[in-house]
């Protein structure tokens, strides 16, 4: 069973940066894809970005494309989202979840019910 906790979370003020982690246990193969997705009150969840662990290929969604960058530690047991130039709109509460995949695509960014596990989430406030 894939447990995954995050941290990393906290309140910022915009412009501002913050490194969310992930520990991610209970996977037995490297062919897993695992992502952040985020949900602001009264909205849907939504997808972030994605990776895939066994090669590194990563995604993102459009409004993080260029400020975000999802990694990974090389024991591939930590999942990261170093998120910059932060904006009031990035407000949500944040995900880590992993699905297992012989591959990533960024579709996968479309919907939350194709992953399989989650985390019980982080807090990410950021005011104007």
């Known amino acids: 069973q894939v447990q995954m906790v995050e941290s990393g979370g906290g309140s910022v003020r915009a412009g501002g940066s913050l490194r969310l982690s992930c520990a991610a246990s209970g996977y037995t193969s490297s062919n897993y894809c695992m992502g952040w997705f985020r949900q602001a009150p009264g909205k849907e969840r939504e997808g972030v970005a994605l990776?895939?662990?066994?090669?590194?290929?990563?995604y993102y969604a459009d409004s993080v494309k260029t400020r975000f960058i999802i990694s990974q530690n090389n024991a591939k047991d930590t999942l990261y989202l170093q998120m910059n130039s932060l904006k009031p709109e990035d407000t949500a509460m944040y995900y880590c979840?992993?699905?297992?995949?012989?591959?990533?695509?960024?579709?996968?960014?479309?919907?939350?019910?194709?992953?399989?596990?989650w985390g019980q989430g982080t807090q990410v406030t950021v005011s104007s």
């Open positions: 990776i895939y662990i066994g090669g590194g290929s990563s």
């Open positions: 979840a992993a699905v297992l995949s012989y591959s990533c695509y960024s579709g996968l960014l479309a919907s939350d019910r194709w992953w399989n596990y």
